[in-house]
């Protein structure tokens, strides 16, 4: 084709026709204008259906992680609605000490002090520039916003594990009680909400204190009464802010399966 054009040209000059030569060259130039332009058509049709791909793939695996931080976070909640309810309940016994479950008793002692703690997946897509590849503005923006929402609740995560760590377990160790919860929790098998292995229930032989207990007196105190209505207060509000974590991953998941093809 080179070669082609070469003996027009050639030709042209040969004849003396340079008006004719000025004109086949504009349309030489325009030719190859067109053709170069055609080339980086073709080549940004190309880069698009890569990013399109790689969008595809970004998009598939963040629904599988996010998938995977809702059944996780769904765990922690479940676990603080129960130490609400084992809060309530232990109000409950101070305010009617006539109707003492002991074994209740020492299951929702166990329950107040389990630590859940909401560690979701961290995915760097937010600070890579991959980030671009996601054409869903509304998406780009909960997946730039979720660290610093999930630092919001792993900050009374914190607070919490700070409460039962420095005041409520000692205050166990103070009243006597922490080997009898510790035998009621494992004497007919355990397993924990947050195992990795939930099918795994291990018993544990600790047996009871040989010191005689009474649960009365020890639900008379009055730092542990505050306790557990601190522990309610704390839950709850973590629960809450929680539960807004939990609208933003579903809302993230819609948006997500909007996107993959």
Known sequence: MIKFFRKIRQRLLAENKFSRYLLYAVGEIFLVVIGILIA???????EGLKERATEQSILKQLHSEYQSNLAQLDEKIFMRNE??????????????????????????FWKLVRD????????????????????????????SNWSSEVYQVQELELQYQKF??????????????????NDAVWKDGYSPPEALDKKNSVKLTIDQ????????????DVELEGMIAQAITYHQVTNIQSGT?????????????????
């Open 116 to 143: 859940p703690t909401f560690d979701p997946i961290v995915n760097d897509i937010v600070g890579s520039s991959n980030l671009r590849l996601i054409r869903n503005d509304s998406l780009v923006r909960l997946l």
């Open 83 to 108: 130490a609400l309810e084992a809060s309530y309940f232990l109000l409950e016994q101070i305010d009617h000490p006539a109707n003492i479950e002991e074994n209740a008793i020492y299951d929702a």
């Open 164 to 181: 039962r760590s420095e005041i409520l377990a000692p205050a166990y160790n103070r009243l006597g009680v922490s080997r009898n919860v």
């Open 209 to 220: 204190s040989p010191r005689p207990m009474d649960l009365r007196e020890v639900l008379k």
């Open 40 to 46: 980086l058509q073709i080549n940004n049709w190309n």
């Open 245 to 261: 974590l939990r609208d933003r991953i579903l809302e993230m998941l819609e948006l997500m399966e909007g996107e993959i093809d």
